[in-house]
């Protein structure tokens, strides 16, 4: 199944929220109502850009039961593909985009009996409309939100003046780090912690948790995986009987699209399981960059998620 | 109705130390301390004194319970009388703990059940509970039909302790219950009653 | 459309009969003439006028009878309707998804109207007007699941996902093939499934439920399940067993026709937007193998399949007893000619 179910939506407001950052509303430009949705979602965002089609997730930052408008933040990535500059040059108030329906992979969890958010930088979006889900059920919840400078933090002001006490900010230019060991260290039970961030973020706090006795059931993290560069390669399709050239710059998906090839996906970013692709044979090593498969999946090579990985090698046939 | 062979039956993979923890709780009754000395020699006498042991003697004589207790330390061992005592002792230590506590069951099914039960109460998820199966088979029932419990059945088909109804075992488990399920076995053969067999020594 | 709405009974004296309207919409479930266990998940997509795809919540000439029957299942064991407290947002979902597509689909017997939180519910065959906050469950006579539930054919459960898992927390289940909702609740998707034989070796769950943890708001899916009953009872419960299993022991040659009847169920799967859960619902569909052999067609394919039934599969299912005397009744109507591929009558 192929995320071809889209919606046409409108730019309503473009606000610039820190030095990379911008604020996009989404509005619908068909006429019906966008859907509900639960916090801790992302949509895929398609941009046409001149010489391709470029799909980015971005986590929804509004309130969950908003339906009169979306909203985004998209930071500005350097030395990228593009798809996030596209966003901040090529996007303004009026521009028509297509986005998927809203896709869940980082929720709350229903149980917890608090919740402890962890947010650095950029990852601050999905927490967002988490809060908002949050703050109407009346659960019991802290953010913890670090960035590099009042400059460059989207929404401190925000998110200080909606949920007052429960918003902890820390700022890298001022030598303040998250605490997360005192933070960790006194929590009553059933408490669940979510983390959201650069990878090096994501891998200590999941470390920090791990070492204070939390149980891996109580331990949540969502990365903005985008598909990583690398050499170009082959990718040979049994059952279609053809042959794409992978770009350096293009994941497997990308290159199987741009040559009219369907080939299912969701989430874009390593996550959901739904391009999961055997692999008949590999001319190379697979570079596996999902959080998706096991690592013993991983190990034994019979599987690839082609959104996000790639070899280094000649080329690899999928049954495809 | 009559099948086997169901896949709702839990799995209890072993004790294994939580090296993390700030506090490790141990539940556990006379079959079950076995596997506990074996948790604790596979461990650390650090992770020994972080370790409360509550062991459910079930009958044993205090002697024997007390050489048991001898064998856990240094753990912390408080004996109580039986499940239900060694429960409510569980909820107390549970009511007050923060994160970082790592909860075991050892013993009998219906121990483990009551166990991850009391943690349910108390929002840990059941997989983060570690458990281990020693000693009798029995198996506490649901009869479906009364919803009464029938404790420590060893035979199936055994008879409802509530509303008499002769029940098949089936191998279908409730966590939130902590109890196999229990069906009419005769419900189209009305007067039959097929021999209990000893089927959960 | 206006239904015709009538007036029969599930229990006792079992009045329960199609018109020939409903049988020729009947969903049979076999498009070939032999078993086979798939779990052919199709997009719930609208199909053809008058089928019972033509509306993604089918209501049909029976459902004023069947929602008394539930009613009286609920007065006898309010256990049958469930809901752990984390799923009060799912169960919204629930009721806006139900009662929009009603209003929608039948405007002649049902009505909403929405002002805000300000909800105006309007259910004519069931004499119902009833005003509410959208969100504030005090305003309904019952919580939203269990409300609606006694205003729509067909059982729900409504799973929550976490941790790659689909958790069974909520449901109203009256008309259930042999589980119990008090027993299953809690329970995750591999384990409530846990006593359907053969289909765990052949990895069917595994990828069920990769499908379903995926599913998208908006696309709802549907596959059809079937079994036999004996009488047009809908509550085949097992907390009631020891009173209707006996029925299995009174099909006799002459009354095949009368008492046996094939049982199909719609299941719609749902994602549901604002608790991220999935919606299940088990729509009962009853035809008697005297209704059914009017459709010439199935008259011949179903001795065929029952015949290619592996035993495991007719034990799980009930039909040990009363399967041989349900195929020799039905042969009469097997002429041995061809049938066409599908499902749908000639
Ligand atoms: C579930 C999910 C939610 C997300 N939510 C958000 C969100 O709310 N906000 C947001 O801003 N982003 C979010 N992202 C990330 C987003 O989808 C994009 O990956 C991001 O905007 C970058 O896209 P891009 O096309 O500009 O860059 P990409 O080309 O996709 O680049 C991504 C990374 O690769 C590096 N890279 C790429 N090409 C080169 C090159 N030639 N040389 C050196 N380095 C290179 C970039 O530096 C960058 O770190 C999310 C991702 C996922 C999976
Ligand atoms: S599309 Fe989700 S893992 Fe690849």
Partial sequence: MTASFLRRVRVAEVEPVASRIKRFRLVSADGEPLSEFSGGSHVTVCMQAPDRLIRNPYSLMSCPSDTSSYQIGVLKVPDSRGGSEFMHENVSIGTELEISEPLNLFPPAKLARKHILVAGGIGITPFMSMMSELESVGADFELHYGVRSLAEGAFCKLLETRYGPRVHLYFQDKGQLVPLEQVLASQPLGTHVYVCGPKPMIDWALRSATLAGWPDENIHSEQFTAPPIGKPFVARLVRTGREVTVGGHQSILEALEQNGIDAPFLCRGGACGQCETAVTSCDGFIEHNDHYLTEAEKADGRKIMICVSRISGDAITLDL | ?201 | ?346
């Fill in chain 3, 1 to 346: 459309m206006v239904l015709a709405f009538k007036n029969e009974t599930f229990r006792d004296d079992f009045t329960f009969s199609n018109s020939p309207e409903s049988i020729r919409r009947f969903p049979f479930p076999f498009h070939e003439d032999k078993y086979m266990y798939a779990v052919n998940i199709e997009p719930h997509v609208p199909g053809p006028k008058g089928t019972v795809y033509e509306f993604p919540i089918d209501i049909d000439e029976h459902y004023v009878a069947e929602m008394r029957d539930r009613e009286i299942v609920l007065a006898a064991d309010p256990g049958r309707c469930q809901a752990l407290p984390h799923m009060m947002t799912a169960q919204w979902d629930m009721l806006e998804l139900l009662m929009t597509s009603m209003a929608r689909d039948y405007p002649e017997h049902f009505s909403l109207t929405q002002d805000g939180d300000h909800w105006h519910w309007i259910n004519r065959p069931l004499g119902i007007d009833q005003k509410f906050t959208f969100g504030d469950h005090t305003t309904l006579p019952y919580e939203p699941m269990e409300y609606i539930g006694r205003q729509c054919q067909g059982d729900f459960s409504i799973q929550d996902q976490r941790d790659g898992q689909l958790w069974m927390d909520a449901g109203i289940i009256t008309t259930q093939a042999d589980w119990s909702l008090d027993f299953d609740i809690g329970m995750n998707f591999f384990e409530w499934h846990g006593p359907v034989p053969l289909a765990h070796e052949a990895g069917v769950f595994e990828r069920a439920l990769k499908f379903l943890l995926n599913l998208q708001v908006g696309r709802p899916v549907r596959r059809l399940n079937w079994t036999m009953t004996i009488n047009p009872r809908l509550d085949t419960s097992p907390e009631n067993y020891h009173k209707w299993g006996i029925d299995r022991t009174t099909v006799t040659p002459e009354n095949v026709g009368d008492k046996v009847h094939l049982r199909v169920e719609l299941q719609g799967l749902w994602r549901l937007p604002r608790s991220n859960a999935i919606l299940f619902s088990i729509r009962c569909y009853l035809i008697k193998m005297k209704e059914l052999v009017t459709i010439p067609k199935w008259g011949r394919r179903l001795p065929r399949v029952l015949e290619t039934l592996p035993p495991e599969i007719a034990d799980y299912k009930g039909l040990t007893r009363y399967r041989q005397m349900t195929i020799d009744w039905l042969k009469k109507y097997d002429d041995g000619a061809p049938t066409s591929p599908g499902f749908g009558p000639d």
């Fill in chain 2, 1 to 201: 109705m009559a099948v086997s062979g169901i896949k709702s039956r839990p799995v209890y993979p072993g004790l294994s130390p939580d090296p993390n923890a700030r506090s490790n709780v141990v539940v556990c009754d006379v079959a079950g301390a076995e596997a506990v000395v074996e948790l604790l020699t596979r461990a650390d006498g650090a992770f020994a004194r972080r370790t409360s042991i509550i062991l459910s003697a079930d009958g044993a004589g205090s002697e024997q319970a007390q050489a048991l207790a001898k064998r856990l330390e240094p753990a912390g061992v408080e004996i109580a009388s039986g499940l239900p005592a060694a429960i409510s002792h569980l909820n107390a230590i549970l009511d007050q703990a923060s994160m970082g506590l790592r909860l075991y069951a050892a013993g009998s099914e219906p121990l483990i059940g009551s166990v991850v039960q009391a943690g349910l109460d108390h929002f840990i998820d059941h997989l983060s509970i570690r458990t281990e199966h020693r000693g009798s088979l029995k198996r506490r029932v649901q009869c479906v039909h009364c919803k009464g419990m029938t404790e420590d059945v060893t035979t199936n088909p055994v008879t409802c302790s509530h509303c008499g109804l002769l029940l098949l075992v089936r191998d279908h488990y409730s966590r939130r219950l902590a109890a196999f399920q229990g069906v009419c076995i005769n419900a189209e053969s009305p007067g039959e009653r097929p021999e209990p067999n000893v089927e959960f020594p």
